[in-house]
């Protein structure tokens, strides 16, 4: 009963590296999310796909992207990462967009840019 | 847009005491509101949910939160904490239409001392 599962677990880049965080969930849910957690500001959306094939900027995109693989797979990428994207990622995902739809987490990576 | 407040950033209770966590949101129609629960190193883990009804609502681990339109709250409570409840506490809130997508607030560390 895997739920949402999110690789790496942690990871250091360097300055300008790039990088791709993985997202996988069994649920077979619609939409998918991807959140930052920086203290004392809670959980910010990066992106999310509201459906397979389809993807849209939340409150926090820039230096992001993102590719919906397949209904099960949304992936993250960081081309060129910054200090300020030292955070922990959190990948979620819902039945669908429906208000009442509740989002399920994976355990988060955390990431750290020197 | 809608968003949500948290004013307690850390609170301390004794293992046995009751508890009450705070949670204030703006949204100009009847909100879709959520308390999660985040252990140390994991993901976040759905305690209870409000759509609509009856303004208390139970949720798991012996949690509940009442719904108050006039106050625009939506406040967390236990008569009687464990230790294992130590943890950080997010209110969120999911409007409608445009602003469907889940806004958290800033979270409530808790602390139990023996």
């Known amino acids: 009963n895997a739920g949402v599962t999110q690789t790496p677990k942690f990871q250091v880049l360097k300055t300008g590296q790039s990088m791709t965080l993985q997202c996988a969930q069994d649920m077979n849910h619609n939409s998918m999310y991807w959140y930052r957690q920086d203290p004392g500001m809670g959980l910010r959306l990066i992106y999310y796909?509201?459906?397979?094939?389809?993807?849209d900027k939340g409150e926090v995109p820039n230096g992001y992207n993102v590719s919906r693989l397949n209904k099960r797979e949304f992936s993250l990428r960081l081309e060129s990462a910054a200090p300020s994207q030292t955070s922990v990622y959190f990948c979620?995902?819902?039945?669908?967009?429906?208000?009442?739809?509740?989002?399920?987490f994976g355990n988060g990576t955390r990431l750290t840019v020197t | 847009a809608q968003s949500v407040t948290q004013p307690d950033i850390h609170i301390t209770v004794s293992e046995g005491a009751s508890l009450e966590l705070r949670c204030n949101y703006s949204y100009g129609a009847t909100p879709y509101l959520f308390w999660y629960v985040q252990s140390p190193g994991q993901g976040l883990q759905l305690l209870l949910k409000?759509?609509?009804?009856?303004?208390l609502v139970q949720g798991i681990k012996g949690f509940e939160a009442e719904f108050k339109r006039s106050q625009s709250s939506f406040n967390l409570r236990k008569p009687s904490v464990h230790w294992s409840d130590a943890a950080e506490y997010f209110c969120a809130v999911r409007g409608g239409g445009a602003t469907n997508k889940l806004i958290f607030g800033t979270g409530t560390l808790l602390a139990v001392q023996p």
């Open positions: 409000y759509f609509s009804g009856d303004t």
């Open positions: 979620a995902s819902s039945e669908g967009e429906e208000r009442n739809s509740p989002l399920h």
């Open positions: 796909s509201a459906s397979e094939g389809t993807t």
